[in-house]
């Protein structure tokens, strides 16, 4: 009898511990500064990219961008996923819930970013009245690899840089905060990766402020991302960015000179002019957790 109560007490003290040990993993919480969360979250998104940069290299070749770009937006969504939970959000909390209204916010993204860079085409087209021809030379796999490749990875910058990050930003140090930290970090990456700083400032850094003004008013992730994805393709189609997306090419007689600094400062007033309105033109509405 002695030794089955010892067993059975054996039984249960591992048990207990069991329990103990899984309520403490579980309750194992984020750094409670919010700071020390952000880099966390960063570090994360950091190695999710590093990923993407030795695919993208591998498979450059193979015009499979679009592949390492996918995995990049997997991973970047999975994170938020992650950190929202820590939170006690869902993704409800950027927007993609319900899909139908993910879907219609989308789409009136297109339109909008769409719409910006037909007012970058006209600012260049007065300024620098470049000639301009259609591009005839297409490449079907090249442009189905290259929309993809857009899409994907506006989806992974928007995730790491208007989603988790911008929500737990703006809670902890305010509005204006998350609008100017998000969109400095944005620009900052884009020049590491090669762009002259003037064309970073006039263009991504003024970009940026829009894409977060545009989540920040509705809390959609979709509504950004459209507005982001259709940018990109924009850029290209009309001849903005010559790549084999592009049906227009602008061609421009030497060296534009001030009217190239100029045309730089229209857009950037431009898209300042849009944040502006978008920032201080419309009633801001609240969303709750």
């Not at 894409?211 to 008013?217: G, K």
């Not at 950004?224 to 090419?249: C, E, K, W, Y």
């Not at 602008?250 to 190239?260: A, K, T, V, W």
């Not at 100029?262 to 419309?282: D, P, R």
């Amino acid at each position: 009898m002695l030794k089955i109560t010892f067993i059975h007490q054996a039984v249960m003290n591992q048990r207990e511990s069991r329990r103990i040990s899984g309520e403490c993993l579980k309750a194992r919480p984020l750094p409670a500064r919010p700071i020390m969360r952000l880099a966390l979250f960063g570090s994360f998104i950091a190695c999710t990219v590093i990923l993407y940069l030795l695919l993208l290299s591998l498979l450059r070749g193979f015009q499979l961008s679009s592949v390492a770009a996918f995995v990049l937006a997997a991973g970047c969504l999975g994170w938020n996923v992650v950190f929202l939970r820590t939170e006690k959000l869902t993704l409800a909390a950027l927007g993609i819930f319900p899909f139908q209204d993910a879907f219609r916010k989308f789409g009136a993204g297109l339109a909008w970013g769409m719409a910006v860079i037909a007012g970058w085409l006209i600012i260049i087209v007065v300024l620098l009245s470049p000639g301009i021809k259609l591009h005839s030379a297409l490449e079907p796999r090249a442009i189905v690899n290259l929309v993809l490749f857009y899409l994907f990875n506006s989806g992974a910058e928007e995730f790491a840089y208007r989603g988790y990050a911008f929500l737990l930003i703006r809670k902890s140090y305010g509005r204006w905060t998350a609008l100017a930290g998000t969109s400095v970090v944005f620009t900052l990456l884009h020049v590491q990766g090669g762009m002259a700083w003037v064309n970073a400032l006039a263009g991504v850094f003024t970009s940026a402020l829009i894409l977060a003004v545009l989540f920040d008013r509705w809390q959609s992730l979709p509504l950004a991302l459209g507005f982001h994805f259709a940018m990109n393709i924009a850029q290209d189609l009309l001849g903005v960015r010559q790549t084999p997306l592009s049906l227009l090419t602008l061609n421009y007689d030497g060296d534009p000179g001030p009217l190239g600094t100029a045309t730089l400062l229209s857009v950037a007033l431009f898209n300042l002019a849009i944040f502006a309105l978008l920032a201080f033109g419309f009633r801001r509405r609240s969303f709750s957790n």
